[in-house]
């Protein structure tokens, strides 16, 4: 398969991607790492006219601590974030998710920017980044700004972003020392997005839930944050009859489509067993 | 639409060409530089047949521009016989342990377990298994061919190789 033909463009600074976006307009597509967009292009779904390639901003790579928080540049592998001794230390969870993600080749080159960037609602870190209050730093025509990841997505692909904007950095308050954490996801095979998946932070403080909060990936047309299913479990043991109402709240939710995946009522029921799997294991993850 | 002038290193032979942005890295690989070890099987980032080494990444050349790889060190399945012609370790692992039967997705498989074994000198059955998640097989189920890398990472280790029992 053969894409639409474009004009490639490489700018080399974060400034100059920006205008080369606001300049071309809609007739131009920023490039992270490919794997979502050169498909779409190869079955000519996408026919952008114009290509900017990101892979040579030098600014948009890294991963640093920043005060309380971790910030990721946006084109960041997910074999980065899986090898970054960093992560496994402050954000484990990242590193758990990442090795979910599709299979080797694909996370060489996938960047955490286009995973939470595209709007794609089987993506896997949007929901994590909601989980973990992360926020978006973007650049666009009009300068920076943050943008929260719980109010980035509108749709499926429908974004916060405005034209000209690209997300820059990916900025991650890091959990307490000694939380648990868990992405739990079911799939059918390696490289598929899940048929339900949930993201699971949590602090622990004499043996009751402390703080928790709960993200969900692929059961709605955008990432979900499950803020009453958490509230319902914090302040409990995680006994039996809590998690089931936080289950239900959860499910509750949910707006999966019926597709190859299984019908609405199967993936809404694998929702509540996947936030059930990942509080048990972000407990039992806990220290403090 | 304009053509890019693009030079990088294929197996390590200095290669420069005037592509245009849209072809594929597969097909800069096969058509011009007649490379037909990697291969197209699915044309969908699934089967992992197109994977060459790209800047010690394993990548899917089906889902990378040619244009992208500007300046990059390329190795396929051509480059990774030994200087003197002799096979390397995978191939002759491949060959002894029968890790393939029609052979279409072995180019890949071997050239995916040349970055992992570089990785991981020494997986376990296991970490091969998610190692090559990304490569698809029809033909062995698998068995043969995780045999075939661990005979070369013992070879290449300098150790004899056993085989598991069964």
Same mark, same amino acid.
């Given at each position: 398969?053969?894409?639409?033909?474009?004009?490639?463009?490489?700018?080399?600074?974060?400034?100059?991607?920006?205008?080369?976006?606001?300049?071309?307009?809609?007739?131009?597509?920023?490039?992270?790492?490919?794997?979502? @967009?050169? *498909?779409?292009?190869?079955?000519?779904?996408?026919?952008?006219?114009?290509?900017?390639?990101?892979?040579?901003?030098?600014?948009?790579?890294?991963?640093?601590? /920043?005060? *309380?928080? =971790?910030?990721?540049?946006?084109?960041?592998?997910?074999? /980065?974030?899986?090898?970054?001794?960093? @992560?496994?230390?402050?954000?484990?969870?990242?590193?758990?998710?990442?090795?979910?993600?599709?299979?080797?080749?694909?996370?060489?080159?996938?960047?955490?920017?286009?995973?939470?960037?595209?709007?794609?609602? #089987?993506?896997?870190?949007?929901?994590?980044?909601?989980?973990?209050?992360?926020?978006?730093?973007?650049?666009?025509?009009?300068? =920076?700004?943050?943008?929260?990841?719980? /109010?980035?997505?509108?749709?499926?692909?429908?974004?916060?972003?405005?034209? #000209?904007?690209?997300?820059?950095?990916?900025?991650?308050?890091?959990?307490?020392?000694?939380?648990?954490?868990?992405?739990?996801?079911?799939?059918?095979?390696?490289?598929?997005?899940?048929?339900? =998946?949930?993201?699971?932070?949590? $602090?622990?403080?004499?043996?009751?839930?402390? $703080?928790?909060?709960?993200?969900?990936?692929?059961?709605?047309?955008?990432?979900?944050?499950?803020?009453?299913?958490?509230?319902?479990?914090? #302040?409990?043991? @995680?006994?039996?009859?809590?998690?089931?109402?936080?289950?239900?709240?959860?499910?509750?939710?949910?707006?999966?489509?019926? /597709?190859?995946?299984?019908?609405?009522?199967?993936?809404?029921?694998?929702? #509540?067993?996947?936030?059930?799997?990942?509080?048990?294991?972000?407990?039992?993850?806990?220290? =403090? | 639409?304009?053509?890019?002038?693009?030079?990088?290193?294929?197996?390590?032979?200095?290669?420069?060409?005037?592509?245009?942005?849209?072809?594929?890295?597969?097909?800069?690989?096969?058509?011009?530089?007649?490379?037909?070890?990697?291969?197209?099987?699915?044309?969908?980032?699934?089967?992992?047949?197109c994977t060459v080494d790209l800047d010690g990444k394993s990548v899917k050349s089906c889902t990378v521009f040619a244009v992208q790889a500007n300046g990059?060190?390329?190795?396929?399945?051509?480059?990774?016989?030994?200087?003197?012609?002799?096979?390397?370790?995978?191939?002759?692992?491949?060959?002894?342990?029968?890790?393939?039967?029609?052979?279409?997705?072995?180019?890949g498989m071997i050239t995916r377990a040349y970055r992992l074994l570089q990785e991981n000198p020494s997986p376990t059955d296991e970490e091969i298994r998610f190692g090559i998640a990304g490569n698809l097989c029809r033909c062995t189920g698998y068995q043969n061919i995780v045999k075939g890398i661990q005979y070369?990472?013992?070879?290449?280790?300098?150790?004899?190789?056993?085989?598991?029992?069964?």
């Amino acid at each position: 398969m053969i894409p639409g033909a474009f004009a490639y463009h490489r700018p080399s600074s974060i400034a100059e991607a920006v205008g080369l976006l606001t300049q071309l307009g809609e007739d131009a597509r920023p490039l992270a790492g490919g794997h979502s @967009l050169i *498909p779409m292009m190869k079955l000519r779904v996408a026919s952008p006219a114009h290509l900017i390639d990101l892979g040579g901003v030098a600014d948009l790579k890294g991963i640093s601590l /920043d005060g *309380p928080d =971790a910030v990721i540049g946006a084109m960041t592998t997910q074999h /980065d974030l899986i090898g970054s001794g960093l @992560l496994v230390e402050k954000l484990p969870i990242l590193h758990e998710t990442s090795l979910l993600i599709a299979d080797p080749q694909v996370r060489y080159l996938g960047t955490l920017g286009g995973n939470v960037a595209n709007g794609d609602p #089987g993506n896997d870190m949007p929901a994590v980044m909601m989980c973990l209050g992360a926020s978006y730093q973007v650049a666009g025509p009009n300068g =920076a700004r943050n943008i929260p990841a719980r /109010d980035f997505y509108h749709g499926a692909y429908f974004t916060a972003l405005e034209p #000209g904007e690209i997300v820059t950095a990916i900025r991650i308050p890091v959990p307490p020392a000694g939380h648990g954490y868990a992405y739990e996801k079911l799939k059918r095979k390696v490289g598929d997005y899940a048929t339900a =998946a949930a993201a699971v932070i949590l $602090t622990m403080h004499g043996g009751t839930v402390a $703080t928790c909060s709960i993200g969900l990936t692929n059961v709605a047309e955008t990432p979900l944050w499950a803020e009453d299913a958490a509230n319902i479990v914090t #302040g409990s043991t @995680l006994d039996d009859a809590t998690v089931k109402k936080a289950v239900a709240a959860a499910e509750a939710i949910t707006a999966p489509a019926a /597709d190859s995946r299984g019908p609405v009522q199967y993936r809404t029921k694998m929702a #509540g067993v996947m936030v059930a799997r990942a509080l048990a294991r972000a407990k039992a993850r806990a220290t =403090a | 639409m304009a053509k890019s002038q693009i030079a990088l290193t294929v197996n390590g032979r200095t290669e420069e060409a005037l592509v245009e942005p849209r072809m594929l890295l597969i097909h800069f690989l096969r058509e011009q530089l007649n490379l037909t070890g990697p291969h197209i099987g699915c044309d969908t980032t699934h089967c992992g047949a197109c994977t060459v080494d790209l800047d010690g990444k394993s990548v899917k050349s089906c889902t990378v521009f040619a244009v992208q790889a500007n300046g990059a060190d390329i190795r396929t399945i051509e480059g990774i016989a030994n200087p003197d012609g002799t096979l390397h370790a995978l191939q002759e692992g491949f060959r002894e342990m029968h890790g393939l039967q029609c052979g279409f997705c072995t180019p890949g498989m071997i050239t995916r377990a040349y970055r992992l074994l570089q990785e991981n000198p020494s997986p376990t059955d296991e970490e091969i298994r998610f190692g090559i998640a990304g490569n698809l097989c029809r033909c062995t189920g698998y068995q043969n061919i995780v045999k075939g890398i661990q005979y070369a990472a013992a070879k290449l280790n300098g150790v004899r190789f056993q085989e598991a029992a069964e």
